[in-house]
């Protein structure tokens, strides 16, 4: 059974930090695709990053500059650096694996079951 963990989201308030970490099981994650992705009630998911498993890395524009994606093939691990946090970063964070390497949602086969991010101002 593939699983994926998301830690680390919480409240903070603007300007601040989190990082978010996303532990997998039940896949080879060196061979995967690991996505970020965000919602808020009422809006499609969107995606903020991604790193293919060769390490290439991708950001959405709203988050370049401010968010890092990581991993770590040894601990199985994904991680997204969030620094400079606005209200609008507001969302449940989702990690997500896929056989490609895309950003795209519909894409990604296996989701965490999300940790809530909440940026107050």
């Known amino acids: 059974e593939v699983q994926l963990v998301e830690s680390g989201g919480g409240l903070v308030q603007a300007g601040g930090s989190l990082r978010l970490s996303c532990v997998a099981s039940?896949?080879?994650?060196?061979?995967?695709?690991l996505g970020w992705f965000r919602q808020v009630p009422g809006k499609d998911r969107e995606g903020v990053a991604c790193?293919?498993?060769?390490?290439?890395?991708y950001h959405a524009n709203s988050v370049r500059g401010r968010f890092t994606i990581s991993r770590d093939n040894a601990k199985s691990t994904v991680y997204l650096q969030m620094n400079s946090l606005k209200p609008e970063d507001t969302a449940v964070y989702y990690c997500?694996?896929?056989?490609?390497?895309?950003?795209?949602?519909?894409?990604?086969?296996?989701w965490g079951q999300g940790t809530q991010v909440t940026v107050s101002s």
């Open positions: 790193i293919t498993d060769d390490g290439v890395y």
């Open positions: 997500a694996a896929s056989i490609w390497q895309t950003i795209k949602r519909e894409e990604y086969r296996f």
């Open positions: 039940g896949l080879p994650f060196d061979e995967y695709c």
